[in-house]
T-cell receptor
């Protein structure tokens, strides 16, 4: 079965360290997204990609970067982790077909990141 | 600015009906989406509305009024497994999803 997997599921790191969260999907979806979810806030878009070598900034992209070298993977890197980046991070993908296709998202299980 | 409003928490009884409201103000509109998220899990897609009216999917229905910037999710014959957060999201003029903070639905026996 096709799936979207995130790793690690839990990560504790220190302020200033570089952290990379992995996202791998076997749906063969063109569109991939990274969101963060914090209490009291809706999901907030960090970065997204509509295909290989395409990356775009979302609403809260400062301090984060992504790269898309193949269809399956969109790793999220925190260049220098800050306590404000403590959050749950969700990767999602969509096939982008049809009127709503781009926004019918399949989510990974999430990565809980704590920055001390 | 862009804004999605939905109640923070609602409580309902098993077997009953509950309506979760969502109002929105966005720059453009390209569809309204409902997702379900159980505690500690990922969101999963429930339904979407593009045109005004009611879309029915089994026990769940979603309604949209674009002129009023308003939608609701109707859950019938509530089951304990329906205890979850329900996320409302609107696709704006760039087809980007703007998300509400979610409504936590508590089902009591």
């Amino acid at each position: 079965d096709a799936e979207i997997t995130q790793s690690p599921r839990h990560k504790i790191t220190e302020t200033g360290r570089q952290v990379t969260l992995a996202c791998h999907q076997t749906w063969n979806h063109n569109n991939m997204f990274w969101y963060r979810q914090d209490l009291g806030h809706g999901l907030r878009l960090i970065h997204y990609s509509y295909g290989v070598h395409d990356t775009n900034k979302g609403e809260v992209s400062d301090g984060y970067s992504v790269s898309r070298s193949n269809t399956e993977d969109l790793p999220l890197t925190l260049e220098s982790a800050a306590s404000s980046q403590t959050s749950v991070y969700f990767c999602a993908s969509s096939d982008g077909t049809g009127f709503a296709g781009a926004n019918v998202l399949t989510f990974g299980a999430g990565s809980r990141l704590t920055v001390l | 600015g862009q804004n999605i409003d939905q109640p923070t928490e609602m409580t309902a009884t098993e077997g009953a009906i509950v309506q979760i409201n969502c109002t929105y103000q966005t720059s453009g509109f390209n569809g309204l989406f409902w997702y379900q998220q159980h505690a500690g899990e990922a969101p999963t897609f429930l339904s979407y509305n593009v045109l005004d009216g009611l879309e029915e999917k089994g026990r769940f229905s979603s309604f949209l009024s674009r002129s009023k910037g308003y939608s609701y999710l109707l859950l019938k014959e509530l089951q304990m497994k329906d205890s979850a957060s329900y996320l409302c999201a609107v696709a704006d003029s760039n087809y980007q999803l703007i998300w509400g903070a979610g409504t936590k639905l508590i089902i009591k026996p």
